[in-house]
Each structure stands twice: as C-alpha cells, then as structure tokens.
C-alpha cells in the first residue's frame, strides 16, 4: 500500500510539506501510490506513484469518482466543485501508472485513482488535450535509461495565492510533475510545469466566486516565474519547484538532470520528447 520510497532500488523520497504546514495535511495511502492532501485548500499538496512499466495492466477507464471516507468530505474538493461546468476532475496521479501487477491488485489500483483527493480542476481543452504533458511519464521511460522500466512520479498543482476562488476551493492555474528514475547506481530526476490559465473561462469562475462560495486564504504566493503558454510543458530546475512549492525535496533537487549551463536561461519549452534533458 502507498508510494514506496525504494521502488528505484534507490531512495527517492516523495517531496515533504514544511513543519509549518504538516498539522493541515493528510497522507492517504493508495494502491502504488500516496496523496498529501491539504485540508484547507481542499487539494493534494502533493502526489506520490510507482510505475512499473513493464508489467502494466490494460484495464476499462471507467468514471466512478468517489469521496475517500477516510476523511471529512469538506476536506476534499468533491462533486459540488465540478457540476454543470467546463471543469474535468483531472487525475493528478495519472490513471494507468498505478495499474500493474496481479490483476486484482491493478484492478484496485484502477479504482484507487478515482478518488477526490487524486483530482484537480481542469479545463476540459486542458485535461483532454493530447500534449506531451498527458503523456510524460511514458517519454521519460522510452527516453531514459531507466532500469527495469521503472519510475517514481510526483505531481501536484501549485497552490496559489493568486488562483482564482471557486465554489469552495481556489482553481490551481499550474501543475507541476516530476519523474525519476534510477540511472545506474544513481537517481536521476527532471521536473516539469505546465499552465492552464489561459483556457480557464473566467468568466464562469467569477460567477462561482460571486454565488458565495467562500474565498480560503490557501496555498503558496506566486515568484516571478514566466508567464506560460495554453498547453504548454516546461522542463524546470527541480529547485525552482521546490521553491514554487514550499515543499522540501533534496534529494530530487541533487538528482535533477537539468543542466546546471542552461539555467541562467530560464524555463526550456518542450514541443516534443527529443526535447527532454534526460
């Protein structure tokens, strides 16, 4: 059960919440995988999962979303957050990386990822769209020399002081990814971020936010970063999302692949997979 820091063979730690934070978070444990989620924002602060490429289980979609009962639902941002409106519940944990193994543990694995806590808003065009971000998990594998086609991943939207509130929540404007793998006796790391601002409908998120939904003083304040395209995937230094974050990753930041020369460049926009500095 749960994300397992030495599924690499080395350790790669999934990111930790401040001290400051921890007493408002959550760690959920799932299938393959683990949510931190945060219970004032109502979203993960942070994701954890374990993908076995090699042995990944072909299973039905489905669309059975349900609360986790483990938890207060007030603390989740459930059904109310996503009706009759242009938002996809969209998977931070992807849906088909968890799913390997026995079947019956791929098939709980499938279910496990269907939970609110694994969701965050998106706009449809976002969630649906066929950019490389839906997909980078399997680049990164076909791309890397991973051993035994493994990886760890771990995904969460910034929680921002300046998303927009709706119904409840704040609607993340980014996400943020990183993959690692082992290379060698070593880990390797690279890290990601892609914006949905410009595909959000403003307009329907202030008529939520008028309706009364409550406007919670959640997440982390915004540094400067560039301003990103609709679609657009971003290969980052993992320190920057560190930074973004207030989450604490050493480890990954040490094992980051993005070359040390190229930072003072800024952000490098990835159009395609030979573009990724692996």
């Not at 594998?141 to 035994?148: E, N, P, Q």
């Amino acid at each position: 059960m749960g994300f397992d820091a030495r599924f690499l063979g080395v350790e790669a730690a999934m990111p930790r919440v401040g001290a400051a934070d921890a007493p408002g978070c959550v760690v959920l444990d799932y299938v393959h995988f683990t949510v931190v989620l945060d219970s004032a924002a109502r979203l993960a602060r942070v994701t954890g999962v374990n993908v076995d490429g090699g042995s990944l289980v072909d299973l039905a979609r489905g669309d059975d979303w349900e609360l986790d009962e483990r938890v207060p639902a007030d603390w989740q941002a459930g059904p109310e957050v996503y009706r009759a409106n242009d938002l996809d519940r969209g998977h931070l944990v992807r849906r088909r990386d968890p799913v390997w193994g026995a079947p019956a543990v791929a098939a709980r694995a499938n279910a496990d990822s269907f939970r609110y806590p694994n969701a965050a808003p998106q706009a449809s065009g976002f969630n649906q769209s066929k950019e490389l971000w839906l997909g980078l998990e399997d680049h990164v594998l076909a791309f890397a020399d991973a051993a035994d086609l493994r990886l760890s991943v771990f995904t969460a939207p910034v929680l921002a002081v300046g998303d927009p509130p709706y119904r409840g929540i704040r609607v993340p404007l980014r996400f943020w990814k990183i993959a690692a793998w082992r290379r060698g006796d070593a880990l390797a790391a690279a890290g990601f971020v892609l914006d949905q601002s410009p595909v959000l409908d403003r307009d329907e998120l202030d008529r939520g936010a008028r309706a009364g939904a409550s406007d919670p003083d959640v997440g982390r304040s915004d540094g400067g970063e560039p301003e990103l395209g609709p679609f657009r995937t971003f290969q980052v230094p993992i320190a920057d999302i560190a930074a973004l974050t207030g989450l604490v990753m050493p480890d990954l930041v040490d094992a980051d692949r993005f070359p040390p020369t190229l930072i003072a460049a800024g952000w490098r926009p990835i159009e395609d997979a030979g573009q990724l500095l692996l």
